[in-house]
């Protein structure tokens, strides 16, 4: 082999920081001249210097293997290293070098722990760990566990992590009061989210030094404490301690976790003050602080004067303008940024989708449709099903499906939760059971999503079916879990199995009833006419009851038209909540049912003056892949002469098969019976149904998506056109499906 072509510039090769140092061997192989051997080692510890990219690597490696170099320690651990480490090199090729060392020394085993440990395949770390356990002598030494412990915290392994814990206890008194060791233990506890066990080790140090205090504060703030990881910082500076640009980081992760603007400013001051070097992560953080805190101008000062910027400080800025409802100032970041990764995208489709603007995050992924250079991970399929679903989308939605198929999108836990989710929503339950059935793996998540996919389309009994299956796949139900479940013995009368259900939350689940669980078995009693044990209840109730909780006890008097219960929950509303909308409308119909127009009036008369508006009724329905939207009276749409049309032979063909307009239904007292038809005749699911039998197939379902709850009128006004036209219909309004054929609607007309 020339040497000529090893004249590159040496390789500046990794720190061997942690590591121990190898001695090389004290004689020569027996099986050569030594003098001959020292001037081959010698000359070979020169060429792997010299290594500069991956061709001179593998031709050190050959002539090392050419004059059996390999069972010299020194020389093969020298090589392994570059192999590990060097940028130009893989994992891949490093474990073949190690593979030919015929006996491999500790530092060498080091060596490999550490690269797997840094990896993208930590677990392998692990696998080697254990192999060295058997194959190499005196081993491990206090070099070993930092490396093998960041394994098991990178694969969040607590069980693996507790057994290492253990063993450098019970190794040496030296390793269980090693510093980089405790610090490892501090580390990856707080990974595993174990706060507690993390604080334990980091109490328990004799010696502690920056690393320590730093990886303690961000064990408190990966644990959801931030108070504690404040607190811990005004200790390390009581003790005389400097903190590190990593500690700043830590300390404005937590200010941001507790909205303390005016610590979070401290700190940056403090920062200023101290002279504590502003890298682009302690940059990134604080403009995380002042995002999440709501201080959008000193994060766009701070922003402006950052003199270096990453995808991260871009995405930042972006997401706390859409949180604040500012998206034209979120595009405009969005479209200035230099490069927009995928990460960019989800940020503002998700931010669209999360705050009620379901139009624009399709748009968005329209957009992100015909760019090149980005493609469409998990997270965006996440965020655009749940538009879809909130749209009931169900041609979109099904396309997204397949186009993950196509794609090889992966189809987490996450996704798979989303997609059933989306078909739920969007009226296809046996789609939605279809990819339940199809997932490789469900967590509660994946459970609870197919357990309110039924209970939202009145399949109570199979949702509480599910739930036990659940339970026997040994999958933990969880809170939502719970309210799901709950609820679909509401919408379909499971009184019984409802509060059998209740009553095992705390003491066989270990679940205990929230706010949500409160309002959903009073929601259940009441709906079953049990009003006085449903008020009894919330009497009952160990903690404040909400507006919501007064809601479900006066949507069930509303039901039963129990007025003086109603005026009393209703109250309750108020004083919790005096501009609720929907408690003015459950206490007006509760009234309209009793025929008390005058009360009606009155409570119309101070809606008016109280400033309360009504929540207007907005229906949605897809039809080509294009969703159209109807108001009340609405004549916005392209055919509305065509489906105002259609609604009066539709109002015509019905009333000539026994249908009456339920005028009790009207909010305010309108003394014309021609304007209070009228009224009725043009609310929104109407026109939609009418736009769905202009626009469809006959054999095609009208899918529709109401906004609020849908009228008594309107709701027997769907189930005589399914009869009369012979179509099927799926409306979901606010809290379920109702699915009309032949002149029958799936909730029985309990709802």
Known sequence: MATSTLDAPLLSLPSHTHLATPTPPSTASPTVNNDRYCANHHRTLKLIGKCSNIDHLKQV???????????????????????????????????????QIPQPNLFTWNALIRAYASSSNPDKALFVFLQMLHLCPDSPNKFTFPFVIKAASEVMASGVGRVLHGTVIKASPHFSSDVFILNSLIHFYGSCGDVNLAYRVFANMLDKDVVSWNSMITAFVQGDCPEEALELFRQMEMNGLKPTNVTMVAVMSACAKKLDLEFGKWVCSFIERNEIGLSLTLNNSMLDMYTKCGSLEDARVLFDRMAEKDIVSWTTMLVGYARMGKYDEAQRVFYAMPNQDIAAWNALISAYEQNGKPKEALTLFYKLQVNKHVMPDQITLVSTLSACAQLGALDLGGWIHVYAKKRGIKLNCHVTTSLIDMYAKCGDIKKALEVFQMADRRDVCVWSAMISGLAMHGQGKAAVDLFEKMLEAKVKPNDVTFTNVLSACSHSGLVREGRALFSQMGPVYGVMPGLMHYGCMVDILGRAGCLEEAAELVEKMPMVPSASVWLSLLGACSIHGNSELAEKACCHVFHLEPNNHGAFVLLSNTYAKAGNWERVSCLRKQMRESGVKKEKGCSLIEVDGTVHEFLVGDNSNPLSEKIYSKLDELVTRLKSVGYVPNKSELLQLVEEEEVKEQALYQHSEKLAISFGLISTSPLVPIRIVKNIRVCGDCHSFAKLVSEVYDRQILLRDRYRFHHFKGGKCSCKDYW
């Open 61 to 99: 490696h050959a002539h090392m293997l050419r004059l059996n170099l390999f069972f010299d320690p020194y020389s093969s651990s020298k090589l392994f290293n570059l192999c590990a480490f060097a940028h130009y090199s893989t994992l891949d090729y490093a474990q073949q070098v190690f593979d």
